[in-house]
DNA sequence: ACCTGAACACCGTTCAAGT
DNA sequence: ACCTGAACACCGTTCAAGT
């Protein structure tokens, strides 16, 4: 058996998360899947919430480099916005993982560097580079934690029981919106808020 | 002592969160805070699952009630946005409480009818009402999340060891821009994102 | 340098039995 | 109708001891 290491570590852990959620991870669970005592992940990981840490800036790595696509200022923004959301989306949870760290890592700043460098490419004063970027941020991660949040909740039925369908003589807007969602790509619902937050950057 | 019912464990909730913050609660602790034996709890609410579901839901309860301020249209969706944020603030660990909850229930249902209803009073077409409304809360979910995150930071220095400032040769705007928001209120910064994301409502 | 084994102080949930 | 007490199957973390 190959011996641990941290990246090992860090890919056990998505692997385990890939395939029963991050409220199932446990150190002990993990540990199992890796095939190793339970007490050897504190080797290589300080304790869980460093563990998660990790993981979080894991998700965002690459996320600001440049593509090569030439794209600059609102729409340098635009694209990076839908690059968190790809990085996001690329592990189960992953928004729920990264919301649940509250840490300045590599990997968040430099996506924050990129996203207000481009705010201010758009020609958004320096005083207000700093709201568009992170409003941009804010609308991504509030978009995903639902998205994923529905993912979820169609790999688990059992959660929404005893629930039904919403009841459309009581919330006629709010039923009638879902069957109008039901229609659209999801990638169009998130292009949607993304233009228009964007659309004013830069003017 | 009174006897305990399911208001008064929602109650208890919301004293220990506002205490310890929300990762400390337990049943055990709460029952304890409560005078009661653990097992007791299992009486008034199905599990802890279900406790933090109706958490989230008495958290959302009245910010879609008309305010007589006869705000219409897209004032209107302004107002509930604003509403949503303070929901969420008038309890520790709020924006999370919600996040974690993958449920519709009454309330949540009706501030997304009130925020539709809302866009199409300002004229959003019907097909787009529901994006214009969602995308508000999305935003206001991501800014919240972030803004309580602060908080917790700032409450215990001790999770931000060892990290230091920000490096502002490796981070200049993220540095700049940090600098910039210390300056502002968070009512300002909160308005920047939701007024141009509003702005293109109704158009 | 990396891992095991065992211990410690916790968890959520269930359920017979009490009042 | 509400609560206790005890049990069950778990947790995260630490740390001597092994290789």
């Known amino acids: 058996m190959a011996r641990l290491d941290r990246a090992a570590v860090l890919a056990g852990a998505w692997a385990f998360i890939e395939e029963h959620g991050i409220d199932a991870l446990t150190m002990r669970k993990l540990?199992?899947?890796?095939?190793?005592n339970h007490g050897t992940l504190y080797w290589?990981?300080?304790n869980k919430q460093a563990l998660?840490?990790?993981?979080a800036d894991d998700l965002l790595s690459g996320v600001a480099d440049e593509t090569g696509s030439g794209a600059q200022g609102s729409d340098?923004?635009?694209?990076?916005?839908?690059r968190l959301r790809s990085a996001l989306l690329s592990h189960r949870d992953g928004a729920r993982v990264l919301a649940g760290t509250f840490v300045r890592q590599p990997n968040t700043l430099a996506f924050g560097e990129a996203a207000i460098g481009a705010a201010l490419a758009a020609g958004v004063p320096a005083a207000e580079?700093?709201?568009?970027a992170f409003s941009v941020q804010y609308y991504v991660m509030g978009f995903v934690i639902e998205e994923q949040a529905a993912y979820e909740l169609a790999r688990d039925e059992s959660r929404n029981n005893g629930r039904g369908p919403i009841d459309a003589a009581s919330y006629p807007n709010v039923y009638a919106g879902l069957a109008t969602l039901r229609k659209m790509p999801?990638?169009?619902?998130f292009a949607y808020g993304l233009t228009r937050l964007v659309a004013e950057t830069g003017r």
Chains 1, 2 share one sequence.
């Open 31 to 36: 540990a199992t899947s890796l095939g190793v």
């Open 44 to 46: 290589h990981v300080d």
């Open 52 to 55: 998660t840490d990790a993981l």
């Open 76 to 82: 340098r923004l635009t694209e990076l916005a839908h």
């Open 129 to 132: 580079a700093v709201l568009a």
């Open 186 to 189: 999801r990638d169009s619902q």
